[in-house]
């Protein structure tokens, strides 16, 4: 079975040092709670694809109109909130990769990403391909990129 992948909106994030703090801040109060060293995020839809996700799978963070990383699924839990309200929490790996640039149109909630469309990692020491987000958000709206 090929992993799939999520896309998801970083919102309210300006640049990669927003969701690192997320992260970093998700990584204590979890480990502060017991439920260990991880980063969740919760949804309030439950992924339908959850065995191909289980099998290699990332979130693909997208931050001002541009995936610029990604962090490996480790699991998901069901939970019912103070409201009453079933949610997800995604469980993800609190190590993060950049990944090349590449632009997405905003989008409510979350999307599939198969391991062909996704973009590749960077590699340690290497620059990203392309123009600098910002930028290449603004040529993807024109269509020019």
């Known amino acids: 079975m090929k992993a799939l992948n999520l896309v998801k909106l970083c919102v309210g994030a300006e640049a990669i040092d927003d969701l690192i ?8 109060v979890n480990e502060a709670a017991g439920i260990g060293r991880v980063h969740d995020h919760v949804t309030r839809m439950h992924p339908r694809r959850e065995s191909e996700l289980l099998a290699g799978g990332s979130i693909y963070w997208v931050i001002k109109g541009v995936i610029l990383a990604r962090q490996p699924i480790v699991g998901f839990n069901k939970q019912t909130g103070t409201d009453d309200i079933r949610r997800t929490a995604i469980m993800l790996d609190p190590g993060y990769v950049l990944t090349e640039a590449q632009p997405r149109r905003a989008f409510q909630g ?8 996704a973009p590749a990692d960077l590699k340690k020491g ?3 391909k392309g123009p600098p987000p910002e930028l290449g958000r603004k040529l993807a709206e024109l269509g020019l990129l």
Request: overall charge positive; aromatic content about 10%.
């Open 110 to 117: 979350w999307r599939y990403l198969t391991a062909e469309d």
């Open 21 to 28: 703090a997320r992260i970093e801040h998700r990584v204590r």
């Open 126 to 128: 290497k620059g990203r």
